[in-house]
């Protein structure tokens, strides 16, 4: 380094040093974010533009694309994978965001007893596995020794209880709202620290003033957390359109009835590692993962781009 | 656990053999490539003493995979070339898949082949049936477990024709203490293999069938294929409450807790359902339509075994291939694991009466294997996977079976040329 300023001295040019440590620091993070993300994620785009034939992979431009978009069959699968995951967003966010949001806002009441209890049991189950809430669930609702139909035996509604995982108007539904049950701690957790973050003297601001209660959290606090909520929507989006294992779990590689329950991870796994007699295709799995990959990119984008700026300026 | 005492055990059996083979220098090892490892303790206490004990200064050993891991673990040991001598096959494509890369010795010029018939050996050949090479270890008979209990209790005969068949139902229904048949459609494969495939061999045909089907000759939707879908369909009301959602252990359980009367069956039930239930069974083949019609059995080719074409020791490994086709590997396989049935020509007398009665429908019915599974399942849609998901669909009563045929058919259609066409 000396010999370098040494050297800028002489000449006397002023030419600044090259910065090596600048370099030199960051390596270890690019060479590994590159290792484990940048390049299996190229690999795969690259993948997605070749085809086996006669045992070699061959270059086909977006032929596999082509398929997957221009052949009937592969292109019902697909949309039905596609809308699938789109209602299965829907329930999170009609459901999962605004009960954790509401649990928060109970949570951050100072006078509610037990709140460590509560927030700690809510929580719980999004650090149990899938293969346990798959198969937890699985049985609660089981028709023949499930906890759901004797429970609603005892208080007379035994007519409501359907085989909800069986019936493909419902199974969707249903994995939706167990996959509610298992993550709602974490827009409960997120909120609940956003709340807990905004100053007392803005709420005792808002107490002088006659704003209390309900109002209190409708006009200060929720306008305050809108950014965690904007955090919490692009999260969840994200986890759902790589949602995979619980549906792997409860309804197997073929997301039956009749793929009532196929997601576009579920729809990838078979595609890409193929199942029971039917033979893997790398390629064409690798087309899917391409465009399950725009998808949440654009997704991404349209939150940092046209949603998160807008709460920035509406924050300061 | 049951798959990590398998392991501790094929790593401990795998230490003292080879601490064996070591002592006695100039003795050939063979070893055994599998995914039974459930299969283990009959391997190192019956069948390989056995072997050993006619064939002094060779030895062997099993050692097998976890079933799931079983086709990668192989794959790259095969191309590491690191796969043991003898290499157990899968049936059909992944098999095949393994020959044409020439992982597999042909067999053609081995003796013991000659105690098979075709059907046994069609899992393991080369399309054009000339080369075969996996010798047929075993295979699985489809048709009906019933409460023996039951059936006395309420006076009902065993069944033979579809008119028995469904009498038979109404009036356990009638009755209410069973439910009539133990089967969910939400795992779709029991939907398929213990539904569609169990009682369709009797509608198209058995073998004639099939082979249609692969030569174009005959065609999903045609009225033999398209039967099969309208009995299932009518399964529909003796299935238990919710079955859309039972799950393949839940039909099993269902049934060996005496809360079902008929299971509708694969003979690897057999060992389980001895040990769990606490009533006398008995089976029956798929009904026939009208009684006195030839009837025909799904006897599925499951297990075979063949030789790496990369083996040190070729005729030791010929000898105990030889000898896994002789008449008496078949007994002793078929005994140790009732359900599993040797696919030798050659009579197996075997103890288990449940065994003995799935066995004997071999000589009373034609044999044939799952009309999906040879050649028609390397495509995409897959033919197989459809089928799971039409038999459920029709049972379910979501799809007419006029309408699962021909998307089925249409599904083939889309990428299955029949030779000559």
Redo the contacts between chains.
């Keep these: 380094m000396a010999a370098v300023a040494d050297e800028g001295t002489v000449s006397g040019v002023r030419r600044k040093p090259i910065r090596w440590h600048i370099a030199v620091f960051l390596a270890p993070a690019v060479i590994v974010y590159s290792m484990i993300m940048i390049v299996p994620l190229v690999g795969t785009l690259e993948q997605s533009l070749f085809q086996r034939v006669d045992g070699q992979q061959v270059f086909v431009g977006w032929q596999n694309f082509q398929t997957l978009f221009g052949d009937p069959r592969w292109a019902t699968s697909f949309w039905n994978a596609l809308w699938n995951n789109v209602y299965f967003f829907i329930i999170h966010m009609l459901v999962q965001n605004p009960i954790g949001i509401l649990l928060a806002a109970l949570l951050s009441n100072p006078r509610l007893r037990l709140r460590g209890f509560y927030r700690t049991a809510i929580f719980i189950p999004t650090i149990l596995s899938f293969v346990i809430v798959g198969f937890a669930w699985k049985l609660i609702l089981s028709p023949l020794w499930g906890v759901a139909p004797s429970i609603l035996n005892s208080v007379g509604l035994k007519f409501l209880f359907q085989p909800w995982l069986g019936k493909e108007e419902y199974a969707l539904t249903a994995l939706g709202l167990i996959s509610v049950w298992q993550f709602i701690g974490i827009p409960m957790m997120l909120i609940y620290a956003a709340l807990l973050s905004i100053p007392d003297e803005v709420i005792e601001a808002a107490e002088c003033d006659g704003i209390t209660g309900f109002s209190q959290f409708w006009k200060i606090q929720l306008p305050l957390v809108l950014p965690s909520i904007g955090i919490i929507s692009i999260l969840t989006f994200v986890g759902n359109f790589n949602a995979f294992d619980l549906v792997y779990v409860a309804q197997g590689a073929i997301a039956g009835p009749n793929y009532a329950t196929d997601l576009l991870g579920t729809f990838l796994y078979r595609t890409f590692f193929g199942f029971q007699l039917q033979q893997g295709d790398p390629n064409m799995g690798a087309a899917i993962a391409a465009i399950m990959f725009l998808i949440i990119l654009a997704g991404v984008c349209v939150y940092l781009f046209l949603v998160q700026t807008r709460l920035r300026r509406y924050q300061f | 656990m049951i798959f990590n005492k398998g392991l501790l055990a094929a790593t401990a059996a795998m230490a003292l053999v080879t601490a064996g083979g070591q002592a006695f220098a100039q003795d050939v090892t063979l070893t055994v490539e599998s995914w039974r490892n459930d299969d283990l303790a009959i391997w190192n206490e019956k069948l390989i003493p056995a072997f050993e004990a006619a064939n002094p200064g060779i030895k062997v050993v099993f050692a097998p995979t976890a079933p799931t891991e079983y086709n990668a673990a192989l794959n790259s040991k095969l191309e590491a070339g690191s796969a043991g001598d003898l290499i157990t096959c899968r049936p ?2 992944a098999s095949l898949e393994l020959f044409n890369r020439g992982y597999l010795a042909p067999l053609t010029d081995l003796e013991g082949m000659a105690n098979f018939s075709p059907v046994a050996k069609s899992a393991w050949q080369t399309d054009d049936g000339k080369t075969p090479f996996c010798v047929p270890m075993a295979s699985v008979i489809h048709g009906f477990i019933y409460n023996k209990d039951a059936f006395d209790q309420l006076g009902i005969q065993v069944p033979t024709t579809e008119a028995e068949f469904f009498a038979a139902l109404d009036k356990i229904k009638a009755d209410g203490t069973y439910v009539p048949l133990a089967m ?6 029991e939907a398929a293999t213990m539904g569609y495939q169990n009682i369709g061999p009797n509608y198209w045909k058995g073998e004639d069938g099939r082979l249609a089907l692969i030569a174009g000759k005959e065609k999903l939707t045609d009225p033999q294929w398209v039967k099969p879908f309208e009995e299932l369909a009518k399964w529909k009301p003796y299935l ?8 393949y252990p ?1 039909s099993q ?2 049934f060996t807790l005496g809360r079902a009367a008929i299971y509708p069956a694969g003979s690897w039930e057999i060992a389980g359902f001895e040990a769990q239930a606490g009533f006398k069974m008995g089976a029956f083949p798929p009904p026939v339509e009208n009684a006195g019609d030839t009837c025909y059995i799904s006897d599925h080719n499951d297990i075979g075994i063949g030789m790496n074409a990369k083996t040190a020791h070729p005729e030791e490994t010929k000898k105990f291939l030889n000898w896994v086709a002789s008449p008496e590997f078949a007994t002793l396989y078929a005994n140790a694991l009732p359900g599993f049935f040797s696919l030798s020509s050659a009579p197996v007398k075997m103890e288990d009466p449940l065994a003995q009665e799935f066995v004997s429908w071999r000589d009373k019915c034609k044999s044939t294997i799952r009309s ?2 040879a050649i028609l ?2 495509g ?3 033919l ?2 459809e089928t ?2 039409a038999s ?2 029709v049972i ?1 009563g ?2 007419t079976p006029a309408d699962a045929a021909a998307k089925l058919q249409a ?1 083939l259609d ?1 990428w299955y040329k029949p030779a000559g066409n």
């Excluded at chain 2, 969910?184 to 494969?189: A, E, I, P």
Aim: proline share 3%.
């Design positions: 059909f494509d969910g459609t939400h795992d779709l494969w238990g409450d919710g079955f859309e959602a039972q799950t839940d359980n269902l999906t599974y399942s390397r995409t849609p897959n197989e996977n799971w998901t459920a669909n379910n979501t799809q599904g889309s």
